[in-house]
């Protein structure tokens, strides 16, 4: 059985840690990616962990002519669909970069899958799509409110064209939380080619740097006025990611969206406090005003994820923020 499984956006935080959980279970990724958030180094730093070559093609998976001409399409097993841009506040700035860019991506590949007759489809989604939830923990049933940001729009306008589109019927929707931390290693991690948008890089970035950290707002509605989230080991989505490509493979079901995430809320001071617990070091942080785009509160359930692809998540969040801060003085 062929084991060619393409991976677009597989140079990003986690198209390149997924990327070296394929190949750990034997399969044969070829990455596909522009470099718009990353580097090519990453491929080299990825067949240092792996000891083996991967394939890599620098395209934009928007130009589905140059997608089409790639010596890449015979006898592929699988694409797992990560490239698009990612950052919920930078969306809010560049709304029509988000739009075209991550939807045009995805047609794009619909359509070659189409052209070539490539059956399985992984897709990178977000729990963003919950907009501000109405009740906690979310599950898959849990109401698609109004997006909060157009990154949040994008992925919902995903989800619909993949689940309305006739040419594709096995896929699998994967609704990340908030990964963070890093490959054991510290040899791929989150890489930011422009200013970082996330908490936990921001704070590595901060204490590196001796710079201070934003909160951004604590006046919600939460315990202590700042924003909780789900944060999950990133080499946990990566695992979720070829636990879903096998079921796809071998399940008589063909159809799923899961959350994956931690099934825990943490919040912004609380992550705070465990930086600085899990490294023993100070976080110089002062709290400023909100974040557009930000939703209050979310954190998942991942029963059904446990339960269809017997995913659980092995790594704390106290192992992701040593991780994420090994990633940060290594790099
Ligand atoms: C987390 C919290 C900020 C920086 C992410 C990904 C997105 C999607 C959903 C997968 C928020 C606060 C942040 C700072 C702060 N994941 N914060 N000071 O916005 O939840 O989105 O998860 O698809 O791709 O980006 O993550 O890390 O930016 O923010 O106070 O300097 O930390 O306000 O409450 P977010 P984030």
């Known amino acids: 059985m062929t084991k060619k499984i393409i991976v677009t956006g597989g140079t990003g ?6 990327v070296v959980e394929l190949i750990k279970k034997g399969y044969n990724p070829v990455i596909i990616d522009n470099l718009s958030n990353s580097k090519k180094e ?8 792996c000891k083996k ?9 928007t130009k589905e002519k140059k997608l089409k001409e790639l010596p890449i399409w015979d006898d592929v097993k699988g694409i797992i669909h990560f490239a698009a841009h990612k950052s919920v506040s930078e969306s809010v ?15 794009a590949i619909l359509n070659i899958m189409k052209y070539y007759k490539i059956e399985n489809l992984v897709f990178s989604s977000s729990c963003t799509v919950y907009g501000n939830p109405e009740k906690l923990p979310v599950t898959e049933k849990s109401k698609i409110q109004e997006p909060t940001s157009p990154y949040a729009l994008t992925k919902q306008k995903c989800e619909e064209i993949i689940i309305k589109s006739s040419c594709i019927n096995n896929y699998a929707i994967l609704r990340y ?30 204490i590196k740097e001796k710079t201070k950290l934003y909160v951004y707002g604590d006046d919600y509605n939460t315990h202590d006025g700042t924003c909780v989230r789900d944060y999950i080991h990133v080499c946990d989505v990566a695992s979720a990611h070829v636990k879903v490509l096998e079921k796809l493979f071998t399940s008589n079901k063909k159809k ?23 490294n023993n070091i100070k976080v110089n942080y002062e709290i400023s005003n909100r974040r557009e785009g930000d939703v209050e509160q979310i954190y998942a359930n991942c029963k059904l994820a446990e339960k269809e692809l017997k995913w659980f998540p092995e790594r704390s969040i106290k192992q992701a923020l040593i991780d994420a801060w090994n990633w940060e003085k290594n790099n």
Not at 42 to 49: A, L, Y
Not at 258 to 268: A, D, E, F, H, Q
Request: net charge positive; proline share 4%.
């Open 53 to 61: 070559k991967v394939s890599f093609f620098k395209i934009d998976c």
């Open 93 to 107: 700035d560049f709304p029509k970069k988000y739009l075209s860019n991550n939807i045009g991506s995805l047609e």
């Open 177 to 206: 939380f908030n990964p963070i931390g890093a490959h054991k290693s510290s040899l791929i991690g989150e890489l930011n080619l422009n200013k970082p948008n996330n908490l936990v890089p921001l704070i590595s970035k901060s």
């Open 13 to 18: 935080y986690i198209g390149s840690h997924t």
């Open 256 to 278: 799923y969206i899961l959350n994956i995430g931690l099934s825990k809320g943490v919040s912004v001071l609380e992550l705070i406090k465990q930086f600085e617990q899990a």
């Open 42 to 49: 990453v491929i080299s730093r990825i067949e240092k962990i």
